[in-house]
């Protein structure tokens, strides 16, 4: 059965620094989704990686793929406070898509 | 644009009752999922569909049931409800898997179980 694990699960850091946070899965998957939701609301999407080496970015955010490792990243360059929020990773294994336990991010001023 | 409609938002049941969550879609997606999200946790998968008149158990269905009679509509039964059922509910859906479309979710359906 597939496992998705993220870490770290909680991470404060101060703006304009930068960080990353892992995803790992335990199944071949060809499909890993980045998700960000803000407290008392739905999941806004950030990314979808389809192929190996696939980077994608958006602003301050930028995720890759390594399908071989089994490794997604979500890489956060100079923070800033907007981006204090629970971000989840997500596989497609057959039909079903899997979440992590998400990464709650505090942006401190 | 409706996108991916669940209803009621909020609702509170009595230990024992039953009740159905409704999700409608208008994007003609073949895909959808019910998640439920405990508090500061994860989105684990109930149930899912592929299509019209298939479904299938996700990661905790125990206590829910679902139908899928068209396209549009992907419904969520909760029999006999219990404390451990007090939970968000998200119901979603995408085109397909294949094609590594974007998922869109709904706005969340919050239970409480007493």
């Known amino acids: 059965e597939l496992k998705v694990e993220q870490n770290p699960l909680f991470l404060s850091m101060q703006e304009g620094k930068n960080y990353t946070i892992y995803c790992n899965y335990s199944?071949?998957?060809?499909?890993l989704y980045w998700y960000r939701q803000d407290p008392g609301k739905s999941l806004e999407s950030l990314f979808v990686?389809?192929?190996?080496?696939a980077v994608k970015q958006e602003g301050r955010l930028m995720a890759s793929l390594d399908t071989k490792a089994r490794l997604s990243t979500l890489h956060i360059t100079a923070a800033v406070h907007d981006l204090s929020a629970t971000y989840f990773c997500?596989?497609?294994?057959?039909?079903?898509?899997?979440f992590g336990k998400g990464t709650r991010l505090h942006i401190l001023p | 644009n409706a996108g991916v409609t669940q209803t009621p938002k909020f609702r509170i049941l009595k230990i024992g009752q039953s009740m159905t969550l409704q999700c409608a879609q208008d994007?003609?997606?073949?895909?959808m999922y019910w998640y439920r999200q405990d508090p500061g946790m994860g989105l684990k998968l109930i149930y899912y569909?592929?299509?019209?008149?298939?479904?299938d158990k996700g990661e905790v269905p125990n206590g829910y049931n679902v139908s899928r009679s068209t396209t549009e509509d992907f419904p969520l039964r909760l029999e006999l409800a219990a404390p451990s059922q007090t939970s968000v509910y998200f119901c979603?859906?995408?085109?397909?898997?294949?094609?590594?479309?974007?998922?869109?979710f709904g706005e969340g359906s919050w239970l409480t179980v007493v």
């Open positions: 990686l389809l192929s190996n080496g």
């Open positions: 979603a859906s995408s085109y397909g898997q294949g094609s590594g479309n974007t998922i869109y």
């Open positions: 569909s592929v299509g019209a008149g298939i479904t």
């Open positions: 997500a596989v497609g294994y057959d039909d079903k898509i899997i």
């Open positions: 994007m003609n997606h073949n895909y």
């Open positions: 199944t071949t998957s060809d499909r």
